[in-house]
């Protein structure tokens, strides 16, 4: 006997089944936004084909998320669950060395579709994911800022070294080597950022 196959899920009626409210309703959503994103790209990702995947409504989605961009956003956030402390090896240069590679590792992969279609569409559209620009970054400069105040406290740099455009200058070449070639990132692309401009930039002043 031939299974049946399973219903397409922009036909199903979300009013049919049990309503879900609070982190179970947000599961589902976040579970059916990774589902889509590693099935058709973040290009054709639809707000709408998420809603039915999740078995919810549009309406659902942008009382939340007023676009798509801030709900992948907040499905990657969820994905990655609590995020890692800053490294703290004892060196500065290995501790930007193990953020930029931990960066390098997620960018091969969903995470990675996410963010090239995210960083274009935020440069095509930057009224509208004004609140994305303003987000993306926030984690990452963190951590860039508390390695460099313990790499001052080590006095392997001045304090006067620590400026806004150097905190994420790393992470940012990381980020263009991805969208000009791709993943996965060369082990030698991380070192020769760090050691061939992160480093003589914030040694410089000594």
């Not at 089944?17 to 599961?27: Q, S």
């Not at 455009?165 to 070639?181: E, K, R, S």
């Not at 993943?183 to 002043?205: C, G, K, Q, Y």
């Amino acid at each position: 006997m031939a299974l049946s196959a399973e219903p397409d899920p922009q036909q199903v009626d979300h009013r049919t089944l049990p309503r879900r409210r609070g982190e179970v309703l947000y599961a589902a959503i976040f579970d059916a936004t990774l589902a889509e994103l590693a099935e058709v790209g973040y290009a054709r990702l639809a707000m709408e084909r998420i809603a039915a995947r999740a078995h919810t409504s549009k309406a659902s989605l942008y009382k939340r998320w007023p676009n798509r961009a801030e709900l992948v956003v907040a499905a990657l956030r969820h994905q990655r669950g609590e995020p890692e402390p800053a490294p703290d090896t004892g060196s500065l240069r290995e501790d930007v060395l193990t953020l930029l590679r931990r960066a390098a590792a997620r960018l091969d992969g969903t995470f990675g579709q996410a963010a090239r279609g995210l960083m274009a569409e935020t440069l095509a559209d930057p009224d509208r994911t004004a609140t994305v620009r303003a987000t993306m970054f926030v984690a990452r400069n963190r951590y860039l800022t508390e390695i460099l105040n313990r790499a001052v406290a080590r006095e392997e740099i001045p304090a006067s070294a620590i400026k806004p455009h150097i905190i994420g200058l790393a992470p940012a070449l990381v980020d263009h080597h991805f969208l000009m070639h791709g993943a996965p990132i060369p082990e030698e692309v991380l070192t020769n950022i760090v050691d061939d401009i992160l480093l003589p930039l914030l040694t410089s002043t000594q």
